[in-house]
Structures are given as C-alpha cells and as structure tokens.
C-alpha cells in the first residue's frame, strides 16, 4: 500500500498544528507508518501460508486460521491508521472555507479590507473544530486498542492454538509462524499508539487551558471606570439641578474605538464589537 498521498495531505494539517499536534505527527509517521511499511508488512505478508496445523484434513487449516485470526494485524493498524488521520482533514478544510470567504470578501469590499486577521488562527469555529478533531482521533485509538485486545484476547501471539472447528476431525495443534517477532512488532504498535492517545489528551486540555486563559484576558481588558465630574455650570443633569454629574464608561481595550455611554441616573454598561 502507497502511503505518500496520506503524508501528502498531512503536511498541510502540520501549520494549523499547535506543539503537541507536531509531535503526533512525527510519532505517526516514524513510529507508525514507517514501521508499518519497511517491517511489518513484510512479517505478515504470507501468515496464513506458514501457519501450520498437523492434520491433512481439507479445509481444516484454513477454518482454524479464520477462526483464531478473524482479521489480520496489519490489515488492522492499516484501518487504525486511515480512521485516526482523516479528522485532521477537518481543520484543513475549515481552513479552506474561511479562505475561500475571504477572497470573496476582498473581491467585493476590496484588497484593503479583512473578514478574518489570519484564516489559520484557531478561535471561534475552527477551534470547535480542532477540538473536535481530536476527540474524534482518540475515540478511534481507543476503539481499535479494544478491538486488538479483545480479538486476540491479549497483545501477545502464542506459539501454538489448539482447534476443534468443523470440518477438523478431533482437537488438532497449530503453529503460528514467527510469534516472538510478530509479539514484538504488536507491542510496538501498541505503545506507538497509546503515546498518540496521551498526546491528544493533553492537546485537549491544552486548547482548553489556552482558551480559558484567552478569555480571562479579554475580560481583564474590560475596565469599569467611573469619571466624576463637578458641575461647574457647563453641565446640568437631568432637573435643572447643577450638581455631580456621573458618568459610567465600560470599554474595552480595542484598536478601533471606545464606546461611551453617559448616564445621569444609573450605570449602563456600553460595550464595544470585537
């Protein structure tokens, strides 16, 4: 199997990535794919040929095969690793949608104008995305982690399994070829993809502590300030009775401007559009 066009098509997820994201992606490919390609696929490429029962009996081999490898490893970790990149696909193609929205905002208001300050920033929906993402990728490594473990009933292949399926005649030995080795590569895979499920956990609790700490900031720039005024003849409020005038301005701290709202009676909240 050709895996470049998958390697292809996550390099462009690797920009919109944060740390942990890159780190994934290196385990993925040096750990998982190349493995995957260069060894294991070698080690399992004729299993079914080499394992071995000691009867003659037609039919017997292959139903003992079935019965003990209902799907093989490699074809597993293959599906594995098809479902635990394709939700990285999500963000590419958010990406493309607000890029695809901002030429057509500058097409019609102009080049000078900006629907968004950086289509690839990670807030609003596209963080809902990447988060998404990510939920979506460690629900699957879970599920085939599970699946692995309760097909084989462990990690580990024994050297011989015992079968009395129909049409084998009584209680017959097979021999699985090579079952330290491919014990080995099983075990590998495992850790391989046990690291990818911690690096998605504390890449959710990144995005979440870093957009906890962004909105505390934003609402740190959100300043109540009270102006008193004496009334010295210039100003009267409401009444005709020159006094204190009280004023509350709720701002935020913002490049385009500052909304003022004065209120003789009462504090009322004016608050400017991001």
């Not at 462009?12 to 290196?26: E, Q």
């Not at 995005?207 to 010295?232: A, C, D, E, P, W």
């Amino acid at each position: 199997m050709n895996w470049a066009f998958l390697q292809d098509l996550l390099s462009g997820v690797n920009k919109y990535s944060t740390a942990f994201g890159r780190i994934w992606l290196s385990v993925i490919f040096v750990f998982r794919v190349l493995i995957f390609v260069v060894a294991a696929e070698r080690v399992w490429s004729d299993d079914q040929g080499h394992f071995d029962c000691n009867t003659r009996q037609p039919g017997c081999t292959n139903i003992c095969y079935d019965y003990f490898f209902p799907i093989s490893q490699i074809r597993l970790w293959a599906l594995q690793l098809i479902f635990i990149t394709c939700p990285s696909f999500m963000v590419v193609l958010h990406v493309s949608y607000r890029e695809q929205r901002e030429r057509k905002y500058r097409a019609k208001h102009g080049d000078n104008t900006r629907l968004y300050e950086n289509p690839g920033q990670k807030h609003g929906g596209l963080w809902w995305t990447y988060l998404m993402s990510l939920l979506i990728k460690t629900t699957f490594e879970i599920t085939f982690l599970y699946v692995l473990h309760y097909i084989y009933d462990s990690f580990r292949l024994p050297r011989k399994v015992q079968c009395n399926v129909s049409p084998c005649p009584n209680l017959v030995d097979c021999y699985i070829a090579r079952p330290t080795e491919k014990t080995i590569f099983t075990y590998f895979m495992v850790g391989a993809s046990v690291v990818c499920v911690v690096l998605n956990i504390c890449e959710i609790f990144y995005l979440i502590s870093s957009r906890i700490v962004t909105l505390k900031q934003r609402g740190n720039r959100i300043m109540h300030v009270h102006v008193f005024s004496y009334s010295n003849g210039a100003i009267s409020p409401p009444g005709g009775i020159k006094g204190m005038l009280h004023y509350h301005v709720n701002f935020v701290k913002s490049s385009e401007n500052i909304a003022v709202i004065p209120d003789f009676d009462y504090f009322v909240p004016a608050r400017c559009v991001y």
